[in-house]
């Protein structure tokens, strides 16, 4: 017999919202719930000291009243202790740098209203400001001697000097007209319009002083899109930096991920290009004796997921060196040794990380961890330890670290302890299935709290974005998979063909496929899973994605009416008028192969809108005002066709997000839709 739409609504959300109890009425772990999720202390930027003896770190906590959140700095000892908050200022305390000497720590901090950099004692005291540069700092970093500091900031390329940087901006502020003129497409990207500033990078001395802009022109250092996490490093003798640029005209027309390495004095002057690979290049790392330069490069231009390979520059001979061009594995984090005799480097690896040493002098390739979700990587000065970031599905990161030749794990922090004792979260389980043409496709499984396998559970395929993307173990604070499972759904994340993390030729294959592969995958994993686990219940089936996954989802409304309910994020819906509207060229003129005029069998054929008429499965869209990624009319097109078929169907509108949604009120309110909406068909 069928419950009304209410009472089932009712149910879910005592299931998601309401706590738990162990048998016999007692206090026992519950569902996570919105209230337990926006307290989960974030932790970010691990940073070791430079004798290997303390650990830096940020945490950011999130206010729901304030709507917002603040971030500080801790440390802990690195063999372990109780961890301590260094900083605590109402504003935001970030990107932690030691000094050389150990003696002082270097942070962005908002405290003085805006973003400048500072500088405090790691033991304690006050904060010292060094810089008040009218148009704010970020990604501050140490000269190796302790001399000077590099950071980032985005000033009129015309302006000669602060001040003229200042007066330039109080007269935009001031003025009533806000209109701007274009000539040049990338006009726009990700969340903002193009304001006519470029980002650089300056030096200050230690001391304090007058900041030197060392990369002047009409460029972005680091580059606007596709760079690493650092894009500039200063040389051992802290005569020269190495930066990131594109100055390919063909940025110009938002088509060209060719970024390049340089290198200028730190007084400034002309910057010499290092490499002449027409594809993207970046991340430069000086070895400590000065002798080379190692970065990460892209064989193809035009296509941003290609692999990154570990190329070492020497700086004598003008030579690089390809050292991983065997190795199927995409570059990440990259370290050198102390000695300067290896390096270490982070990759995705089947939903996790896998992290590599490479001794130069034999070119030998070792895998020193695998199996677990780290980042922000630090290697001891003896070499003996590593330091990182770890997180699982269940699990949101700490600080830990790791013998390399005891190969012993030790968790240096444990900041949610108290929070996540009272949390009932599962952990992820891994399963494999044969997909299209016969590949073998990995996923994760992730049961409800108080799962019991006597029962039925509604089945939800959550689907990854990119699309050369994974899903990982790990603790997502968007498209958290335990939030999902806690509405009482058995939550399934398929890493279908195009994801990272499983060989480059894998990733290569969504590219001008965007509907077929990946969509048998996701059809074949459901029959997979009602065939493989007898808890999942056959007849209750919801599916949700953001941005490619919202694609796929606008794609599985035109294509089959096995799922229940659908729940698409900022996706894709038309894929001619997307085209017209992103930013990032590449992209679609890569994955579409060419533009609507020169490919318009592949706008046409891969494009949802073009299958409105199939249109009957329940679907709630979501988008965002300030999203220029995939612009607002996407999503808009797609309610509009749900409407126009008469499909029940919801649009939740935020006119202050973007592709993303930050705002602690405004995430709660899609959790609650989200979750509203799957149990109205779900349960």
């Not at 605590?88 to 970030?94: L, N, R």
């Not at 990119?466 to 994340?493: C, E, I, K, L």
């Not at 030729?505 to 059809?523: L, N, R």
């Not at 038309?574 to 579409?592: I, K, V």
């Amino acid at each position: 017999m069928k419950k009304s739409a209410a009472t089932l609504l009712l149910l879910a959300l005592a299931v998601f919202i309401g706590p738990s109890a162990a048998p016999g009425n007692q206090p026992g772990p519950k569902a996570i719930a919105f209230d337990d999720f926006i307290k989960i202390k974030r932790v970010t930027d691990l940073q070791l000291s430079p004798d290997g003896k303390s650990v830096a770190f940020v945490v950011t906590v999130m206010d729901k009243d304030a709507n917002r959140g603040t971030s500080d700095i801790w440390i802990v000892p690195a063999q372990g202790g109780e961890p301590r908050r260094l900083t605590s200022s109402p504003q935001s305390d970030a990107n932690p740098r030691w000094s050389p000497d150990g003696r002082k720590i270097a942070f962005i901090s908002t405290r003085s209203g805006s973003p400048q950099v500072w500088t405090i004692d790691p033991s304690g005291g006050e904060a010292v400001q060094l810089t008040k540069i009218s148009t704010g700092a970020s990604g501050v970093i140490w000269s190796p001697k302790g001399t000077h500091l590099a950071f980032v900031s985005s000033v009129f390329p015309d302006c000669p000097d602060d001040e003229s940087n200042r007066k330039r901006m109080e007269s935009i502020e001031a003025s009533k007209v806000k209109a701007r003129l274009y000539d040049r497409l990338l006009f726009r990207h990700w969340n903002a319009w193009w304001d006519g500033t470029r980002s650089h990078v300056f030096i200050v001395p230690a001391a304090g002083g007058t900041p030197v802009d060392v990369t002047p022109g009409d460029f972005d250092t680091p580059p606007i899109s596709l760079g690493g996490a650092q894009d500039y490093a200063f040389s051992p003798d802290g005569a020269e930096i190495a930066f990131v640029r594109n100055i390919d005209p063909e940025l110009r027309m938002g088509l060209g991920t060719n970024n390049d390495v340089f290198t200028v004095s730190v007084g400034g002057g002309e910057a010499k290009k290092l490499t002449a690979n027409k594809a993207n290049d970046h991340s430069p790392r000086y070895s400590p004796d000065g002798r080379w330069i190692a970065y990460l490069a892209m064989a193809r231009p035009g296509f941003e997921a290609d692999k990154l390979s570990l190329m070492l520059y020497d700086r004598k001979s003008g030579a690089a060196t390809n050292l991983t061009e065997s190795l199927d594995y995409s570059a990440g984090e990259l370290l050198w040794s102390a000695d300067a005799s290896a390096l270490v480097f982070s990759a995705e690896d089947k939903g996790r990380t896998a992290v590599f040493r490479i001794v130069l002098a034999s070119k030998k390739v070792e895998k020193i961890l695998e199996g677990h979700t780290v980042g922000s990587l630090a290697l001891s000065p003896d070499g003996q330890k590593l330091y990182f970031l770890k997180q699982a599905i269940d699990r949101p990161n700490d600080v830990w670290s790791y013998d390399l030749k005891a190969r012993k794990a030790a968790r240096l922090t444990d900041l949610n302890r108290d929070l996540l004792a009272g949390l009932a979260m599962n952990p992820a389980e891994e399963f494999w299935f044969e997909g299209a043409e016969g590949a073998k496709i990995h996923g994760f499984l992730l049961k409800p709290p108080a799962f019991d396998p006597e029962q039925k559970y509604p089945l939800l395929m959550l689907i990854h974005g990119g699309p050369q993307g994974s899903f990982g173990d790990g603790f997502h604070y968007r498209w958290n998979a335990q939030m999902f499972a806690a509405g009482g759904y058995v939550t399934a994340m398929v890493n279908f063909h195009g994801s990272t993390g499983y060989g480059q030729a894998f990733t290569d294959s969504i590219s001008g496929d965007w509907g077929g592969k990946p969509y048998q995958d996701i059809v074949k994993a459901v029959g997979y899973l009602h065939g493989r686990y007898p808890f999942i219940d056959m007849y209750r089936l919801g599916a949700a994605g953001a941005s490619y996954g919202g694609y796929m989802i606008d794609w599985i409304a035109g294509q089959t009416e096995m799922f229940d309910c659908l729940v698409s994020h900022s996706g894709v819906f038309d894929l001619r008028s997307m085209y017209g509207a992103t930013e990032e060229l590449w992209f679609p003129e890569w994955e579409y192969q060419g533009t609507p005029w020169t490919s318009p069998e592949q706008y046409t054929k891969w494009s949802p809108s073009m299958y409105v008429k199939n249109f009957k499965t329940p679907t709630l869209v979501i988008h965002s005002a300030n999203d220029l990624r995939v612009p607002l009319e996407q999503g808009l097109q797609f309610f509009t066709s749900l409407q126009r078929m008469g499909v029940p169907s919801k649009l939740l509108y935020f006119p202050d997000e973007d592709h993303f949604i930050s705002k602690p009120q405004n995430a709660e309110l899609w959790w609650k839709t989200i979750h509203e909406w799957l149990a109205a068909y779900l349960k």
